[in-house]
């Protein structure tokens, strides 16, 4: 296939924004701080959204701001004033689901680029002319699609809309997202960016007439989060993504880490560009924590198959980041996680694999030596017989018993 189609990474903060770019993402999207789908955290401030657009601008990419939440009446006046905003800090496009968010943002800046969201739940061209009419210039598909109805509705569109898709990360157990479970157990609406994620929990059953007996609900192999979905890959067939008409191939995970973002773009970028076996690839897909992969609705009905056991599994824990380029054989690392002398660690860097080293000394800012790293973003250096640049992250592997824990 040809790289020609977008690579869209998520951030929650500056550092994953950066990281994203400097690992080979085309376009990154983040949440501002008004009507994104998000916790708070992940949401940058004004400032930070004129510093995003004017950073990724400077490397030839582009910024996207998802203003996606389902809008109230009260925020209309707002969202107008909030898009005029955005417009002149220099976002390329902003990610909509409400209809009347579009309508108000179309009007208050006409010449801001509309892309619908997947929760708008886009299924058809009809659809998606009604949105192009409103001033759309991309669809991001609902998830629910398979390959042979978003080569269908690519068909009938033409080059008239450009089309979005997921490739990678957590999905929702609810249609495309929209998903009430999280307002009625814990009055956190999923709807308004405040999803406590219900679906991950374990469950049991409570007979009215038998107070006290509770039965766990399994499915198999004493698996009990029951309700918790597969995470999404498609490493293995851009191609055919690529083949149904999307264009822009998006990575899900606003509330994840650097260490996430890094790995996931590194991967994707090297399937794209086709420069790397993908066996490889797979492998850094496993390093990080994630749930069982599925191919999602691409080819039908969700796969079932490896069981979703509603457990987490990782092969490497975030080790920490260089914040300096390796200096006469020696490596200067902000700490992020434990890890101790005599231990692997593999070197996460834009477009090399394989490349580790064996803890054989730590020092610590004073100078003095330590047996293990463990306090958070301390600042340590240790010997680095490889070549490792200020950015690139540092990973190490974990006992297999440690691998497979509950999320």
Not at 278 to 302: M, N, Q, T
Request: net charge negative.
């Amino acid at each position: 296939m040809t790289n020609s189609c977008e690579l869209l990474a998520p951030a929650g903060d500056m550092d994953c924004l950066k990281t994203a770019a400097r690992f080979g993402a085309d376009a990154v999207y983040v949440g501002g701080p008004f009507l994104q789908l998000r916790a708070q955290k992940s949401a940058f401030t004004r400032d930070e959204l004129c510093e995003a657009a004017a950073y990724l601008h400077g490397l030839g990419k582009r910024l996207y701001v998802a203003v996606n939440s389902f809008t109230r009446e009260y925020e209309l006046a707002e969202l107008a004033d909030y898009a005029r905003f955005l417009a002149e800090a220099g976002a390329n496009a902003v990610i909509v689901s409400d209809l009347g968010a579009m309508a108000v943002i179309h009007k208050a800046a006409p010449d801001l680029p509309i892309h619908v969201s997947t929760q708008a739940n886009c299924c058809n061209s009809a659809a998606a002319r009604v949105y192009k009419d409103l001033g759309a210039e991309r669809i991001v598909l609902a998830r629910e699609l398979t390959l042979t109805e978003i080569a269908a509705l690519h068909a009938e569109l033409g080059d008239a809309l450009a089309l979005e898709a997921f490739v990678h990360g957590a999905m929702c157990m609810a249609y495309s997202g929209r998903c009430l479970m999280s307002s009625f157990l814990a009055g956190r609406s999923g709807n308004r960016g405040e999803c406590t994620q219900p679906c991950r929990w374990e469950y049991q059953l409570l007979e009215q007439h038998r107070p006290n007996e509770y039965f766990t609900v399994e499915g198999y192999d004493k698996a009990a989060a029951v309700l918790s979905s597969h995470d999404l890959k498609t490493i293995g067939f851009l191609d055919k993504l690529q083949e149904a008409g999307v264009t822009s191939f998006k990575i899900e995970g606003r509330m994840k880490t650097e260490f996430y973002v890094a790995q996931v773009v590194n991967a994707y970028r090297h399937a794209l560009d086709g420069d790397v076996p993908l066996p490889v690839l797979e492998h850094e897909l496993d390093a990080f924590s994630h749930r069982p992969y599925s191919s999602g609705f691409y080819f039908g009905d969700e796969q079932k198959e490896p069981l979703n056991d509603g457990l987490y599994r990782w092969e490497t824990t975030f080790a920490g980041r260089a914040v300096k380029d390796v200096s006469n054989g020696v490596l200067t690392l902000e700490q992020r996680n434990f890890f101790r002398v005599g231990d692997v660690l593999e070197v996460i860097t834009p477009g090399k694999f394989g490349q580790n080293f064996t803890v054989t000394e730590l020092r610590n800012e004073a100078g003095e030596r330590c047996e293990t790293a463990c306090h958070p973003k301390e600042r340590l250096t240790l010997p680095c017989p490889v070549d490792v640049r200020r950015g690139d992250l540092l990973r190490a592997r974990v006992r297999k018993e440690a691998a497979h824990e509950n999320a």
